[in-house]
Nanobody
């Protein structure tokens, strides 16, 4: 059974950093595009960044460019999201997701980890 398990969320002051991790199991990780989404109450889940099997990443929202970075370790089935210079606008529940190559839908989802940035 495919599973994505996020960790690393929490409370941080504005200007601080957090590192989220997502450990995958039961899915073809090497052949899966991984992504990070975030969601605030009352709004749709938003794709932040995608990372391909070879580590190439695409940022989907300008607000995180230059502050967030993602990487993956295919040997460990692990993807991380490094978040720097956090501001209260980054407060959300962050989700790890996976999309098998050739698919258009994000098939695999983690349970989400909350991030709260205090001013």
């Amino acid at each position: 059974q495919a599973q994505l398990e996020e960790s690393g969320g929490g409370l941080v002051q504005a200007g601080g950093s957090l590192r989220l991790s997502c450990l995958a199991s039961g899915l073809p990780f090497d052949n899966t595009v991984m992504g990070w989404f975030r969601q605030v109450p009352g709004k749709d889940r938003t794709l932040i960044v995608r990372i391909a099997w070879n580590g190439d990443s695409t940022y989907d929202i300008d607000a995180v460019k230059g502050r967030f970075s993602t990487s993956r370790d295919n040997a460990k089935n692990l993807v991380t999201l490094q978040m720097n210079s956090l501001n209260p606008g980054d407060s959300a529940v962050y989700y790890c997701a996976g999309r098998p190559l050739g698919h258009t839908q994000w098939t695999y989802w983690g349970q989400g980890t909350p991030v709260t940035v205090s001013s």
